[in-house]
């Protein structure tokens, strides 16, 4: 009889050391499990902020080097029959600059431009200076402090710019612009036409202009804009 206790008793022994071996084990590869999950938690937190902020720099020095690279352009013109219109609009599309029209508040009639009647609307103007102020719908651009080039395209009216644009020339600081002058005509050149707008604005760095004939392609137009270098 104590012989059969002691068997059991040794059992008994047996069959705990092994549970608790059992248990043992499983504790240790639970946190083992636990461990391994952590650690690649943490490394995959670790290399989503490495993504997150090599995406963050890519995107700031994107964005630098964009401001950097691109200065804006602005295109004023006035157009009294649609050629000065057409060579803004190719000048535009080449620079990617945005445009703004001079409206005279009167706009000008076939009439009016009929150089050859000396009762004409710019007749009388030519031969009166005190005319020649005409009243624009606006001068003013918005953001205009923002760009860095200007160009100002008009017809030659008399060897000179179209004097709808002085109003605009006058009522505008051109301080640290680059201000590039254009025209159009049948026949006229340039002339002077651009230093005078100079002396009439008094500010900004005013570049040697460009006369475009009547039926300027816009081929010839890019050329003349790929030749200005504009940032």
Known sequence: MKKHINWMLLAICILAGVLLTGCGSNNSDKQSSETAQNTETEQESSEKEKSDEAETTATEASEQDSTEETSKVLVVYYSATGNTKAVANYIADAT???LFELEPVEPYTDEDLNYNDPDSRVSREH???SLRDVELVSTTVDNFGEYDEILIGYPV???VSAWPVNQFIQNNDFTGKTVIP???SAS???GDSGKLLEEMAGTGDWQEGKRFSSSASEEEVQDWVKSLNLN
């Open 157 to 159: 009216w008399w060897q």
């Open 96 to 98: 990617g600059g945005d």
């Open 188 to 190: 006229s050149g340039l």
């Open 182 to 184: 254009f025209c159009t």
């Open 127 to 129: 031969d009166d200076e």
